[in-house]
């Protein structure tokens, strides 16, 4: 090993060591910042290392290709608002995922004489998973953005088709460690992950978001790792282990907290798509009778209570209503009410969607309480307000065994003493489960733009000195 | 040479593992900047893509730009927002309940 190289295996080990100090940071919200400086200055030091590489003899494409990306990269991050955050994840995996898939096809091309049998093998899963990922996030980001159907797109013998797909990679690849010069099995390998990448994403609903963003996650990491071991860099195997593990334990949480088998959600979650729509809403829409509440209403509710819990859903982020929210909360504080926001695990469309919308909000991030610590409080509190939730609120999770959700860990809500729900209307909602709490005697229905709603709250509470 | 691959199969191992433990301390509350930081350390694959770019391989040169450019994307810009992201969680006034968040207090 020559002086120069060596120096470049060792910027690479202060790299990693760096990446996991960045990751130990994100440990507690005071100490974040921190962390993430040391993970930027361990990028650094790895780029600056591979610059001194032996195999680089020209700059002018790398030049080019940094300039391109910072200024996209900068672009989006400066201006992308906080509710589009699911949106940039996925995209940004999807370009994660083309970055790792581009670098086997170029490795396969130029150097595939010069490797190991393990070598070419790690190659050609890189390739797969890396054009796996690109077309899944692709296709989630696409459903987050809504140009194509969030709804499940399903069909008889999908599954075999999807687990025939990931077999004949697995064979490709097997054939290419074989003869190694069979391009076209290489690119049909490439073809194989893209087209996975598509089916895949396909039949699962928007509700199932934050699995397949953390899975997807998962893969860009293994991808990342599988480049490690084509190149023989530690520094992509390390890497790439942490982001794939960190995918790996958010899709984990995020099972749990939907009730739904590890299996069932590696496999891309296919047949739980189907659960929720097949389900007929077996309490029956038809006649049954809500309390539909106005502002007025509401507000004299509020006036009376002493304690309010929020708690927030994908709904919030949609109507953007966070500040609203805010705004309330500081309302019913400044008289004296005692005011927590109530998180649970797959709010939203990603994990913790929602917190960073209400620290976007300037929430102070010791009122959010995840589902465990917050559960036993609904029992003693006066009122709880529902901003576009769901299903974490549906008490048939927890009485109704014929229900595609029960099982699921959900808020305690009904024990409360009245609670408010903001809804648009009182159409069950993408997953087509009826919710038992809207029909509750002491349930509000306020239907309308949650934002709207909030601030005439506001303007109630005000009104009511 | 058959035995490298059994050693980056032990980094491997090891990194997951370590991965594993030092990412179960993230409190939910932060599991957005967890995921757009990975996602930035993940852009790691920058390091290849430079090899590619950088290589006297034509095609392997234009795909490294592409490369190049999408990891970049990814490193410049998954540490920004998660910056940007992180400068938000903020604590105001520090109420009587606040030992309930125990696990944010780790460091």
Known sequence: MTPTMLVVSLSYLVAAVLFILCLRGLSSPEGARRGLFLGELGMLIAVIGTLLHKDIIRYDWIIAGVVVGSGIGVAISATIPMTKMPERIALSHSFGGLATALVGVAEYLRE????????????????????????????????????????????????????????????????????RELHQVFFAIAGTGLALGVMAVLPIGGADMPVVISLLNSYAGLAACATGFALGSQILIISGALDGSSGLLLSLLMSKAMNRSFANILFGAFGTALAPGAASPQLGKGGRSYNEATVEDAGAVLKASQTVIFIPGYGMAVSQAQHAVRDLAASLERRGVEVKYAIHPVAGRMPGHMNVLLAEANVSYDKLFDL???????ARTDAVIVVGANDVVNPAAKKDPSSPIYGMPVFNVEQSRSVIVLKRSMNPGF??????????????MVLGDAKKTLLAMISELKEGH | MSSEWVFNLYVFVLATFVGYQVISRVPPLLHTPLMSGTNAISGISLVAS??????????????????????????????????????????????????????????
């Not at chain 1, 070419?120 to 459903?143: C, R, V």
């Not at chain 1, 465990?372 to 609904?378: G, Q, V």
């Not at chain 1, 997953?431 to 509000?444: K, R």
């Not at chain 2, 994307?73 to 903020?90: A, E, H, P, Q, Y």
């Open chain 1, 112 to 179: 595939s004489d010069g490797l190991t049998y393990f070598q070419i093998a790690a190659l050609g899963l890189e390739t797969f998973l890396g054009f796996l990922t690109f077309t899944g996030s692709i296709m989630a980001f696409g459903k987050l953005q809504g140009f194509i159907s969030g709804a499940p797109v399903t069909w008889k013998g999908q599954n075999f088709l999807n687990i025939g797909l990931f077999i004949a990679a697995v064979l490709g690849i097997g054939v290419l460690v074989y003869d």
């Open chain 1, 372 to 378: 465990d610590d917050i559960n036993d409080d609904f």
């Open chain 1, 431 to 444: 997953s087509g489960v009826e919710n038992e709490l809207f029909f509750q005697p002491n349930t509000m």
């Open chain 2, 50 to 107: 430079l090899l590619a770019a950088g290589s006297h391989h034509f095609v392997s040169q234009i795909l490294g730009f592409i490369a190049v450019s999408c990891a970049t994307i990814n490193v410049v810009g998954g540490f920004m927002i998660t910056d940007r992201m992180l400068r938000m969680f903020k604590r105001k006034d520090p109420p009587p309940a606040r030992a309930k968040l125990g696990e944010g207090k780790a460091s």
